[in-house]
């Protein structure tokens, strides 16, 4: 017997505002991979593992299992989202919100994940960091 477990956003306001947001900064992609990228992403949150069967299993659209899981495959393995598109929206922003300041703070971090250590820049933002640089070394 195949269990599924259906999931219910708790908060819809604040789905809809994350794909608002999304929708402003990550403006340069093309609709179906932003589309796509906004329902990992609320499905994650939910879901909090980041296991790509978990999450064609448990995204939000009436398609069968393989279907979102081919399409899960070919976001990440095809898609043509890059770290610049993500950027191209964020940076027109954040200058819009440096300008602001008096002085700009950067968090440096250095965290050892398993063999690798990774070195961390970023930009404190609402509780939040958002990442300028990383260098990953193998130790």
Known sequence: MKKTIKIFYKTHNHIHQLKNFMNILLSPLHKSPLKTLQLITTTFIDIRKPILCELARQL????????NLNRLWRFFGKSKFTLNDAYAGIIPYFL???KRRQYLEILIDWTKIGRYSVLYLSLPYKKRAI????RVANY
């Open 131 to 134: 990442p300028l640089f990383w």
């Open 96 to 98: 819009e919100w440096l």
């Open 60 to 67: 939000p659209v009436t398609v069968k299992f393989k279907t």
